[in-house]
């Protein structure tokens, strides 16, 4: 089966940076498009960052573009997201998740989120 695991989150000031990192099996990682959703309390799931199946295609949400970057090594089944300039309202729950099918574009990360496959998530917490 598939699973993601993440890590990396914590505690972090405003105006610093951390680097989320996520780590995939049971699937065959280099044609999969990767992504990370956030949650906020009170507030939907939003994708964040993603990046295609080929890697040179990537979405980001206009709140974070400029200042994350999502990358992707496939020798190593890994998905990061490097998180900088980091301000209080990106407070939030970070799941990574994997495209359903593959071969897909980041954008299509969107479509179906409920058909997506999912990590456990991991907190990140700005302080202000």
């Known amino acids: 089966q598939v699973q993601l695991v993440e890590s990396g989150g914590g505690l972090v000031q405003a105006g610093g940076s951390l680097r989320l990192s996520c780590a995939a099996s049971g699937l065959t990682f280099r044609t999969y498009a990767m992504g990370w959703f956030r949650q906020a309390p009170g507030n939907e799931r939003e994708l964040a960052a993603a990046?295609?199946?080929?890697?040179?295609?990537?979405y980001y949400t206009d709140s974070v573009k400029g200042r994350f970057t999502i990358s992707r090594d496939n020798a190593k089944n890994t998905v990061y997201l490097q998180m900088n300039s980091l301000k209080p309202e990106d407070t939030a729950v970070y799941y990574c998740?994997?495209?359903?099918?593959?071969?897909?574009?980041?954008?299509?990360?969107?479509?179906?989120?409920?058909?997506?496959?999912w990590g456990q998530g991991t907190q990140v917490t700005v302080s202000s």
């Open positions: 998740a994997a495209s359903p099918n593959a071969y897909a574009t980041a954008q299509a990360m969107n479509n179906r989120p409920d058909r997506n496959y």
């Open positions: 990046i295609s199946w080929v890697g040179s295609g990537t």
